[in-house]
């Protein structure tokens, strides 16, 4: 899955997606009738057609830090951006946009899960080497590499890069009367702030959120039912949406008529583009298919190859009927 790793590797925290979604619009030429850019950065791409119109969304945002503060002698403090967990943060390096590497980490003395007395150390003798190479607003990512194995990826920023794939394929693959909008959000790791403005814009009748979901499936995990390998994830309900009934109901019809292996989600934190596309305008039907994924908002989280080409089956199947 060359261009799932590209995806992954692509530098783009919230509110810096303009390059990947220049990667997006290349790839996915030819493939839609149009395809546009809105003023706060979403890539839309419409199939046309004199049937429903359907959106579906992906986010292209990545979480990162960005710097707040230079010290004299060099160090970076930093806030975060997106929902940032800090144990996984010590002695990861990250990547500001213009190359430059750092690695974060701790005073020891202090404590370790305390976002604040961590710093990013890019080895700079003083604040004034350092701010010839960064500045105080300067984002970075996680630095990450790209893994296929046993079933599994294992990459950086797979939320939601996978879902972005999945868009793809399915947008490059689908042949509907529908009238369809495929639109890769921004800054959704900060508020679901693309996919508000995308839905007002766009006034879909229906509506699905691609994006990746917990699994419970590792040792001494919370009680959660979806686990990798078992089919694509069919959202029931997250913090921010109650799926339309209709819609989830159709999901699971189709994922049983075509044989693609689903299972049911119901997420207890967190939400997805669904939360606000659902209640834009006069309300939208608003349904979510997720991909199972463990190790969320780290530098390595994993999913399944089965799982990813079953939710891929399952956009499709509903974008067709």
């Not at 990798?228 to 819609?247: P, Q, T």
């Amino acid at each position: 899955m060359e261009l799932l790793k590209k995806l992954s590797l692509f530098y783009a925290p919230s509110g810096r997606e303009k390059k990947l979604s220049e990667f997006i619009k290349k790839e996915i030429s030819g493939f839609a009738d149009e395809v546009y850019t809105d003023s706060l950065g979403n890539l839309i791409a419409r199939k046309k057609g004199t049937g429903k119109r359907i959106m579906l969304s992906a986010h292209m945002d990545e979480i990162g830090v960005v710097v707040t503060y230079i010290d004299d002698n060099g160090f970076l403090r930093f806030a975060d951006v997106g929902g940032l967990y800090t144990k996984y943060l010590a002695g990861r390096r990250v990547i500001f946009e213009n190359g430059t590497e750092g690695v974060v980490f701790t005073e020891p003395k202090n404590d370790k899960n305390a976002l604040l007395n961590m710093y990013i150390d890019i080895g700079a003798k003083n604040k004034e080497e350092a701010e010839k190479i960064v500045t105080v607003g300067d984002m970075a990512v996680f630095c990450g590499d790209y893994t296929e194995q046993n079933g599994t990826i294992i990459g950086k920023a797979l939320d939601d890069r996978a879902g972005c794939f999945a868009l793809i394929e399915a947008l490059k693959q689908i042949k509907s009367e529908n009238d369809l909008y495929f639109v890769f959000t921004v800054q959704e790791e900060v508020g679901l702030r693309g996919a508000r403005t995308a839905a007002f814009g766009i006034e879909p009748e229906f509506a699905l959120a691609v994006d990746v979901t917990d699994s419970g499936d590792t040792p001494k995990n919370d009680k959660i039912s979806v686990k990798l390998g078992k089919g694509a994830a069919i959202k029931v309900m997250d913090y921010s949406v109650i799926c339309d009934r209709a819609v989830r109901e159709a999901l699971v019809s189709l994922a049983e008529k075509n044989a693609i292996k689903y299972q049911l989600e119901v997420m207890t934190e967190g939400g997805t583009d669904a939360g606000v596309i659902h209640f834009s305008r006069g309300g939208v039907k608003t349904g979510g298919i997720s991909i199972p994924t463990r190790y969320i908002h780290s530098p390595s989280e994993m999913i399944s190859k089965d799982d990813l080409e079953a939710v891929i089956r399952l956009i499709t199947a509903f974008c067709e009927q």
